[in-house]
C-alpha cells in the first residue's frame, strides 16, 4: 500500500466483518508491538500503565448515552470510554467504547485483566495508575493478582477525612504543598489496609476588615484542599 485509505474504508471493511472476529482484530494490536519493539530492540522490561476513563459527548439519541460526568457540555449525554496508554511510549495499549455511566468494580477489574495479558513477554516490573473512578477494591485486587504496584487516586469519603484530620502533617520540601502525611488505613469492603498519602495545600481566604479575622482550627478541613 502506497497509502493509507480513507477512514470510510476502514469502517466499511470492519462493519462487513461478523462480531466474533472482534477477539482477533484486537489481537493485531499485540502482535504489531512485539514486533516493532523487536525491530528497534525496545525490549522494555519496566512499563508504567496509565489507565482512566474520557468523555465522549453524544449530540442526538444513540443507544447506551447517559447524563453523567462531562465537565465542558454539563447536562449532555455521552458515552464514557475506558483506556489505557503506556506512559513510557505513549502507545495505545487497550480500551472499550461503553456506555455513559460510571464503570462498575468488575467491569474496572475485567478491562485491567486484558491490559496484563497484552503486555509483551519481556515486561517484568508492572505500575499501574489510575483516577478516582477506579478506586475500588476490585481494581486494587486485579492490580495485586498481576503483580503490580500501583497508585489510585483516593475518594474523599467522611471516615478518609476523619484519617487526614488526625494524620502527622509534615513539611513537603520536595512538591509544591504546604505539607504532606502518609497513613495506613482500610476503606470500607476491602480485604486490607493499604498505604495512603496525602498533601494539603492551604487556601487563600478573604477576611473582613470589620468582623476580623476568622478562627480555624487545627487541620480544619475549611482551611486546606
Not at 486490607?192 to 470589620?210: G, I
Request: aromatic share 12%; charged share 25%; glycine share 8%.
Amino acid at each position: 500500500m502506497k497509502k493509507l485509505p480513507p477512514q470510510s474504508t476502514w469502517w466499511r471493511f470492519l462493519t462487513s466483518l461478523h462480531l466474533n472476529g472482534a477477539g482477533q482484530i484486537l489481537g493485531i494490536p499485540q502482535e504489531m508491538r512485539e514486533r516493532v519493539w523487536a525491530a528497534g530492540n525496545a525490549q522494555l522490561q519496566t512499563v508504567t500503565l496509565d489507565t482512566d476513563t474520557t468523555v465522549h459527548t453524544l449530540y442526538g439519541q444513540q443507544m447506551g448515552g447517559r447524563k453523567s460526568y462531562n465537565p465542558k457540555n454539563q447536562g449532555k449525554r455521552s458515552y464514557q470510554p475506558i483506556l489505557t496508554f503506556l506512559a513510557e511510549t505513549r502507545e495505545y495499549l487497550a480500551g472499550e467504547l461503553r456506555n455513559g455511566d460510571r464503570p462498575t468494580g468488575q467491569q474496572i477489574a475485567e478491562h485491567l485483566k486484558k491490559v496484563f495479558a497484552m503486555l509483551p513477554g519481556c515486561v517484568e516490573q508492572r505500575f499501574g495508575r489510575a483516577a478516582a473512578g477506579f478506586y475500588c477494591w476490585e481494581a486494587v485486587e486485579a492490580y495485586q493478582q498481576a503483580d503490580c504496584r500501583f497508585v489510585i487516586v483516593a475518594r474523599k469519603t467522611a471516615r478518609l477525612g476523619e484519617e487526614l484530620r488526625q494524620a502527622a502533617w509534615r513539611p513537603s520540601p520536595d512538591t509544591d504543598a504546604e505539607a504532606e502525611c502518609e497513613f495506613r488505613y482500610q476503606p470500607q469492603g476491602w480485604e486490607k489496609d493499604f498505604r495512603f498519602v496525602a498533601l494539603r495545600y492551604e487556601q487563600e481566604r478573604e477576611v473582613d476588615e470589620e468582623e476580623g479575622p476568622e478562627q480555624y482550627q487545627l487541620c480544619e478541613t475549611s482551611a486546606y484542599t
